[in-house]
């Protein structure tokens, strides 16, 4: 909506401004919106909303891994520990 109406507008930025209201949102969050769109399209750089679908799903794994690391450390050293208070087989 906003690139078909900017021309009936001074800016861009008045063209969201009167958008915006219409469609009941703020200004700046309709700007992000088309600034997000600008990147999907490929005509503004920056991450793609699949991109950053995709790190986000990484950074959950490096969360959920890090958590496994760290229980089977804890479960190490725990297993270490019973092994010497254990009493010595002949």
């Not at 690139?3 to 309709?30: D, F, N, P, V, Y």
């Not at 999907?40 to 950053?52: P, Q, V």
């Not at 990484?58 to 254990?86: K, M, P, T």
Request: charged share 35%; with cysteine; hydrophobic share 35%.
């Amino acid at each position: 909506m906003v690139r078909e109406h900017q021309g009936e507008h001074e800016s861009q930025w008045a063209a969201m401004g009167s958008i915006a209201t219409k469609i009941g949102c703020t200004a700046e969050t309709l700007r992000r919106w088309v600034r997000q769109a600008e990147k999907d399209r490929g005509e503004r750089g920056g991450a793609t909303s699949a991109e950053r679908e995709r790190i986000k799903a990484l950074e959950q794994e490096v969360r959920e891994l890090r958590q496994a690391n760290e229980i089977l450390r804890q479960a190490s050293a725990y297993f270490a520990q019973a092994e010497f208070d254990r009493p010595f087989k002949r």
